[in-house]
């Protein structure tokens, strides 16, 4: 890793391909487009993506291990304020109760960054990490690795991927990151447990939702792990403590629900009941969701004193000067507007962001005095995201258009290693907040030598 890495620009690995290779994915993609995203989530009714984004492997390895270092470096950061979760949470001024499944005596460990999922936008060419989603309920994984591996068979078919490849299966990382860190014999029956009320496309119709998931069935088996897919709220205990979904015990479980949004439930309880007896490995504790809550990055800018030179070099770079949101900064929020974003510390999927240079000033000085007084909130240092070119099916008239648009990418590493990567991309008219609700489109990436 280079803390002065020098990267390259965002849509140079496309331009750099030939010509009649760019023109050719274009136009397949654009004909395929409802086959490489049947059963995808989305809530846009106009656009589907005509292909996908594309990286240099060397750029995108060095992504991951910036990434990689500053998930160290925040764990570093609790560690340093707090021994257990239960004292990082009242740190984290975060509800008794509120993140469920927690143990408060469970010391902060390495163990913790089994599993986590940064958000990156580019500004000014640079990488911008604004938050780290740090937890085994990472969202967007299997539509990144479905949607990337139909264009890869799809461009195999029409033998378009000279010098191009889609990114290492994050799914199959992950089933490895399971295995390894709990530890599990070959052939243990782990449970995929989702809860099934929450705000996700499709979560309505569980049934349908299990059998569009099924195909993680056979992909888990290489890797030793018979896996059982059911709501959360199904599970139950045995008279040995031991959780049993589908009818008969499991060896583990695979959380795939997020510990202060899912929905209490006996099945809910039956989990708590198997941890607290010791009968369950879990992937991963929920003590690894406070180590995603916000103000962490305020953390790391408080003890830039402490740390390295090239850490320093990496906070600064990469990670958007943050600070908590409270009484003491409203006149700073006031006066820097437009250079400022402020955020719920504990939120997600974009609920609650307020962007200073896209609201009105009285807009805004309410929104602020509001989140002071609510509690919890931080102030963030705005980057515009670069936009880059990108081409798009129109769904009614199939049309195929480039557009300029925004998009983040997002890298998944499962036990510190990376895999594949969540492309959140902009479609024409959209605005700059990047997430499933307000109508991204979500791919994986290629990569090219």
Not at 26 to 34: K, S
Not at 121 to 136: A, T
Not at 277 to 297: D, E, H, I, Q, R
Request: with cysteine.
């Amino acid at each position: 890793m280079d803390p002065n890495y020098t990267w390259p620009p965002l849509g140079q690995a496309w331009t750099d391909l030939p010509e009649s290779t760019r023109t050719a994915m274009v136009t397949t993609g654009a004909v395929a487009w409802e086959k490489i995203f049947h059963g995808r989530a989305t809530y846009n009714k106009q656009w589907r993506l005509a292909r996908p984004p594309v990286f240099t492997a060397d750029a995108f390895r060095e992504l991951n291990e910036v990434c990689d270092r500053i998930a160290q470096l925040i764990l570093e950061a609790c560690r340093r304020r707090a021994r257990t979760a239960g004292e990082l949470r009242l740190l984290l001024d975060v509800p008794d109760g509120e993140t469920r499944l927690l143990d408060p005596g469970e010391e902060l460990h390495e163990g913790l960054l089994a599993a986590y999922r940064p958000d990156v936008l580019f500004s000014g060419g640079v990488p911008c990490i604004v938050e780290y989603n740090i937890d085994s309920s990472l969202g967007g994984g299997f539509d990144a690795d479905t949607v990337i591996q139909r264009y890869a068979e799809l461009y195999r078919t029409h033998d378009l991927l000279d010098g191009a490849r889609p990114a290492p299966s994050l799914l199959d990382q992950r089933f490895v990151a399971i295995r390894d860190t709990l530890g599990l014999p070959d052939g243990a029956r782990v449970a995929l447990l989702m809860d099934f009320d929450a705000d996700y496309p499709g979560l309505d119709d569980p049934e349908t939702f299990i059998r569009i998931l099924s195909p993680l069935i056979d992909q888990a088996r290489p890797f030793g792990i018979d896996l059982v897919i059911a709501p959360v709220a199904t599970a139950t205990l045995d008279g040995q403590s031991r959780l049993v979904v589908g009818g008969a015990p499991v060896d583990a479980l695979f959380r795939l629900f997020v510990p202060n949004r899912v929905t209490p439930s006996a099945g809910l309880d039956a989990v708590a009941g198997a941890l607290a007896a010791g009968t369950l490995p879990m992937f991963v504790s929920s003590a690894a969701w406070l180590l995603s809550n916000k103000l962490n990055y305020a953390w790391l800018w408080d003890d830039l004193d402490l740390l390295p030179e090239d850490d320093r070099t990496l906070i600064r770079r990469y990670v958007p000067h943050t600070v908590a949101l409270t009484a003491d900064q409203l006149d700073r929020a006031l006066a820097e507007q437009a250079d400022l974003v402020a955020k719920p510390a504990g939120g997600s999927a974009g609920h609650g962001v307020l962007i200073g240079r896209e609201m009105t000033a009285v807009a805004w000085a309410d929104g602020v005095r509001a989140a002071i007084a609510e509690g919890g909130n931080i102030l963030q240092r705005y980057h515009e995201a670069d936009r880059v070119a990108m081409d798009f099916v129109q769904i009614e008239t199939g049309e195929t258009v480039t557009a300029d648009v925004p998009y983040s990418l997002a890298p998944y590493l499962f036990d510190r290693t990376g895999s594949g990567a969540l492309a959140r991309v902009g479609y024409p008219g959209c605005d700059e907040v990047l997430n499933l609700a307000r109508g991204v489109l979500l791919t994986g990436i290629l990569l090219t030598d």
